[in-house]
């Protein structure tokens, strides 16, 4: 018998007892484990929809004002030195930052006023493709596209199709546009017609669902036909700038902006982050939280079990002690039968815990635009995590079964 063998024994011989504690500390495992992998996975998913409800950085033209009063009458703040943002300058600098793999969208605005019918209308150009990625939240009715000539089988063989400048990616053509749903009223404006604008033909592609902001009042078309129109090839009013994921550091993200782009205003929107950001980091935190109180109460049912078996035990320590064995091999003996328990409630909790976690996760559909990952690298952590907690659980045990002596524990024989 040695160090090794007496703490398995020990352990085989008692195997009810020890299977018992090993099942309630791996119920604890298990809880730490499921709860990290769902919030993990739900806190991605979340943040990925919470991202797709808009920019959270805004790329203005560099402008100075003056408030202006003459008389007595205030005339308001009067812009002046405004610099015109070129849209390709714009995006080539965005794209190019250190951080430009956490940028997921770079959506260019162009303003301007427009008229049908000698109706005044506002009309924004826009990036169909990437002005779709922060307004996810657009609901739009749209028009059958063959209305349009869009649909190529109805094509005389060997004829090809211009595709009205139908962006690749885009479900919307150059020509298209798409009214807010108060705007639509307004201008007379349904799903499928055609409408002439500055003497160019437009199709309505569809009318945005009602949503209460100041885009039901606006009228949306290719940004490239806008500047067409307007004679502005490519100026743009302002950019928003989608960038936000785990861990971006926006404000970093901010100032490699004004740096690409040094005669711009770069504006990060503050409260959108960090709204997000305190909505993911509270789940995570309440996680912490809650592994925590798990941690501890197994940590201490672990010990209880470890005082009951020294009390049991004191004849077998008196009588190994007689045979020579150290304090510190005593202590060894009953911190190695915490460290099997710990390793094998690591284990099994991590496996069980996983499984739970996926299962949880598929069955409340949770998993949206995110996906769980299985990381090695985890379940070694937390098993020599849990060994330790063990093994510090019995230190108190154990070192009071190193201070038995040999002459009080034989004479209870």
């Known amino acids: 018998m040695n160090l090794f063998t007496i703490p398995l024994k020990n352990l085989r011989r008692k195997a009810l007892r020890t299977a018992m504690l090993t099942l309630v500390f791996s119920a604890g495992i298990i809880s730490v484990v499921g709860l990290y992998y769902v919030s993990a996975t739900v806190g991605e998913s979340l943040e990925q929809k919470l991202t797709a409800y808009g920019a959270n950085i805004l790329i203005r033209p560099h402008s100075e004002s003056l408030d202006v009063s003459y008389g007595g009458f205030s005339m308001g ?94 479900e919307f053509g150059k020509y298209d546009i798409v009214a807010g749903n108060t705007a639509a009223k307004l201008l007379g404006l349904e799903k499928g017609w055609e409408t002439e604008i ?75 982050v960090k709204q997000r950001m305190f909505t993911v980091n509270f789940v995570k935190n309440l996680v912490l939280v809650i592994s925590a109180v798990i941690l501890v109460i197994a940590c201490f049912m672990l010990a209880v079990f470890m005082m009951a078996s020294v009390a049991e035990r004191r004849s077998e320590i008196g009588i190994l002690r007689s045979m020579g064995y150290s304090r510190f091999k005593i202590f060894c003996l009953f911190s190695f039968e915490s460290l099997v328990i710990g390793a094998a409630s690591g284990i099994a909790g991590f496996g069980a815990g996983y499984f739970t976690a996926v299962k949880i996760l598929e069955k409340m559909e949770l998993t949206d635009g995110a996906a769980i990952h299985f990381e090695p690298a985890h379940l070694i952590l937390s098993v020599a995590v849990v060994c330790l907690v063990s093994v510090a659980a019995s230190v108190i045990p154990a070192l009071k079964a190193a201070r038995t002596e040999p002459a009080s524990a034989i004479i209870r024989l």
């Open 77 to 170: 703040n009067l812009s002046y030195n405004i610099h015109k943002l070129d849209m390709d300058e714009v995006e080539n600098g965005v794209r190019g930052i250190g951080y430009k793999e956490r940028i997921s969208s770079v959506a260019p605005k162009l303003l301007e006023t427009s008229s049908i019918d000698g109706r005044e209308f506002a009309v924004v150009g826009i990036n169909w493709v990437e002005e779709l990625k922060i307004k996810s939240y657009w609901y739009i009715d749209k028009a059958d596209h063959k209305a349009h000539g869009h649909d190529t089988a109805s094509l005389p063989e060997g004829t090809e199709m211009v595709m009205d400048g139908l962006e690749e990616g885009s």
């Open 198 to 272: 500055e003497g160019k033909t437009f199709n309505v592609a569809g009318v945005l669902a009602p949503m209460g902001t100041d885009e039901d009042k606006l009228v949306f078309m290719d940004i490239e036909a806008l500047q067409e129109l307007k004679n502005k090839p490519g100026e743009v009013t302002f950019v928003e700038v989608s960038a936000l994921c785990a861990g971006c550091p926006i404000e970093d993200i901010v100032v490699q902006i004004k740096q690409a782009l040094p005669d711009v205003d770069v504006t990060a929107m503050q409260s959108v």
